[in-house]
């Protein structure tokens, strides 16, 4: 007999997540009569008990990211991920996850956010969101701290605001890490290309002034071009990464800041078959594969997954616990070159946990129709 049984006790037993053993006792909606009955005889077998005595208040927050699909697939597949993975370990111990989505652009977030304020206020503690940029949004973040619920950044920071914390990877450094790898491997007079996203994102725009930097020690030489994706035009980016191809034939490398751009690229290099270091962001399939076939030189990888981890752990201390928690953590980002690449890409544990999830999680992300 097991001495102090838990909800992981219960699910290991009866073969399933310990979300969805939760759901079982508390007669939530999901999990099949069966299944249940089951759930409920290993639960009275184990002398399982739910006393409120041995649970902290209960907390509700909601979870707003763009949805893991088309062009943020890649890097909010591994945030939605992280925040599954840790809401899995503390199912039934007093925080419930509302999964919201958006779209992608600020305009369908700050929407997303004022039907939250209205339906939710009073009902949540906390919000876990992505801020692009702290200018348009400092507004809404304050809204909701003088509601009453607190507010959680991930991957991005709004320190201008009254939010109450945020982890992320330090952009300057990120910038920096990247310049001091491309300028040590290139000499002498050269030009590179970096590649970021919404000139206006106070994270992207720190990555590029560390890499100008840093640059500047490390390689003074080398004449630095800036290209950014436009959200209206996307085709854009590719026709100007063309254009000063074609342009300059002194062009020695470029650094992709995310993602997304990192595979938007790719295809175009393949074609130009010119000799470039170049940088790429996230280990995702296609990135390790241009890393394997020399395509790319190196990957920076700010380890979506373990700021979403992270992140719920904190609000959990924060909210349930009642622990102070820093304003602002940093996790280290990693420089990835051919020989330290991991054996297998993140990707396989992204359709690993994604088996185990519940319907309505899946449904909530757009994996399911």
Not at 46 to 67: D, E, G, Q, R
Not at 100 to 108: M, N, R
Not at 191 to 216: C, L, P, Y
Request: glycine share 4%; with cysteine; aromatic share 8%.
């Amino acid at each position: 007999m097991i001495e102090k049984p838990t909800l992981h006790d219960i699910a290991k037993i009866t073969g399933v997540t310990p979300a969805t053993v939760h759901k079982a006792l508390s007669n939530t909606k999901g999990v099949s009569e069966k299944k249940k009955k089951e759930i409920l005889d290993v639960a009275k077998a184990l002398n399982y008990t739910t006393s409120k005595l041995l649970i902290p208040n209960k907390k509700t927050i909601v979870a707003l990211f763009p949805a893991p699909k088309n062009e943020d697939k890649i890097f909010y597949q591994f945030i939605w991920s992280g925040i599954a993975k840790r809401e899995e370990e503390i199912a039934g111990d007093a925080l419930r996850i509302i999964k919201i989505t958006f779209d992608g652009t600020i305009t369908d977030q700050r929407q997303k956010m004022e039907q939250i304020l209205n339906l939710y206020t009073g009902h949540i503690d906390g919000l876990a969101t992505v801020i692009w940029d702290e200018e348009q949004m400092e507004p809404m973040i304050n809204k909701f701290i003088n509601a009453g619920i607190r507010i959680y950044t991930i991957a991005s920071d709004a320190p201008h605001s009254k939010r109450t914390s945020s982890i992320m990877v330090d952009p300057s450094r990120t910038g920096r890490l990247a310049a001091e790898f491309m300028g040590s491997v290139l000499s002498g007079f050269c030009r590179v290309i970096i590649i970021g996203t919404k000139r206006d994102a106070s994270n992207h725009a720190s990555i590029v002034r560390g890499f100008f930097e840093q640059m500047s020690i490390t390689n003074p030489k080398i004449q630095i071009i800036e290209i950014y994706e436009s959200k209206e035009y996307p085709e854009r980016l590719l026709q100007s990464l063309d254009e000063f191809l074609s342009k300059f034939d002194d062009i020695k490398g470029i650094y992709a800041n995310n993602a997304r751009t990192t595979a938007k690229i790719l295809e175009t290099l393949d074609k130009k078959k010119q000799s470039i270091v170049v940088i790429g962001s996230e280990l995702f399939n296609k990135s390790m594969e241009a890393m394997k076939s020399h395509s790319m030189k190196a990957i920076i990888d700010q380890n979506a997954f373990k700021m979403a981890y992270d992140s719920i752990t904190n609000i959990y201390d924060n909210l349930v616990l009642d622990k102070p928690i820093d304003e602002i953590s940093y996790i280290p980002c990693s420089l990835y070159l051919e020989n330290n690449l991991p054996n297998e890409s993140p990707e396989k544990n992204i359709k690993e946990l994604s088996s185990k999830l519940d319907k309505e999680f899946l449904y909530d992300l757009g994996f399911l129709k």
